[in-house]
């Protein structure tokens, strides 16, 4: 995917850049002018103080080759300016109420 032209503008002028996290409902979460040494770690705790209905233990990052351990940085994946996306692996049973039904009772809690 291209860079945004907002995100080669601040480039281009000194500027900081964000990360784009796609979520697998639709939505685009972008946390804005990480480091280069900015922690996965942190990235895991935004995605899960956005959605608190989802166990930290079911969400899971990724970019294009490999998923992201929370020990490491941005660094250690040579996620960059001109390669910023990051991809959500959450099931999709946590996005519809109808799915959690269906685990529950799987589960035996029905």
């Not at 979460?29 to 935004?46: H, R, V």
């Amino acid at each position: 995917m291209p860079e945004s032209t907002l995100h080669l503008v601040l480039r281009l002028r000194g500027g900081g850049w964000g990360l784009v996290i796609y979520i697998p409902d639709g939505k685009q979460l972008t946390i804005s002018c990480p480091a280069e040494n900015y922690p996965i770690s942190k990235i895991y705790n935004f995605v899960a103080s956005t959605y608190p209905q989802i166990p930290m233990r079911a969400i899971s990052l990724q970019n294009k080759t490999s998923i992201l351990d929370p020990k490491k940085t941005l660094k250690d994946y040579q996620i960059t300016p001109a390669n910023y996306e990051i991809y959500a692996l959450i099931p999709d049973y946590f996005f519809s109420s109808q799915g959690i039904l269906k685990l529950m009772k799987t589960a035996g809690y029905w």
